[in-house]
Nanobody, 118 residues
Framework: QVQVVESGGGLVHAGGSLRLSCAAS????????INWYRQRPGKERELVAA????????NYADSVKGRFTISSNNAKNTVYLQMNSLKAEDTAVYYC???????????WGKGTLVTVSS
């Protein structure tokens, strides 16, 4: 059974840190693009960070550059999002997405809530 499961969300004060995890099962994500999206209250879902595990190539939204770091542990089939210097505007539900363009495969997790208090 293919699953993508996020964890690590919670409540943190502004300036604090959290690390989100995205664990994949039922497939090996090595050649996928693994993306972290977020949806802030009243806003559209937006791409925050992305990684191609096979190459280690990463990409970040301007709003999180220098504060968030995406990384992968291929042995654990898990991708992480380290979030530092959190701001109130980072409050959102964070979703993990695994996308393999060549086969049109697209898997989503159910999301994990991050709340940053100011």
């Amino acid at each position: 059974q293919v699953q993508v499961v996020e964890s690590g969300g919670g409540l943190v004060h502004a300036g604090g840190s959290l690390r989100l995890s995205c664990a994949a099962s039922g497939f090996t994500f090595r050649n996928y693009a693994i993306n972290w999206y977020r949806q802030r209250p009243g806003k559209e879902r937006e791409l925050v960070a992305a990684i191609i595990s096979a190459s280690g190539s990463t990409n970040y939204a301007d709003s999180v550059k220098g504060r968030f770091t995406i990384s992968s542990n291929n042995a654990k089939n898990t991708v992480y999002l380290q979030m530092n210097s959190l701001k109130a505007e980072d409050t959102a539900v964070y979703y993990c997405n695994a996308f393999l363009a060549s086969y049109g495969l697209n898997y989503w997790g159910k999301g994990t809530l991050v709340t940053v208090s100011s």
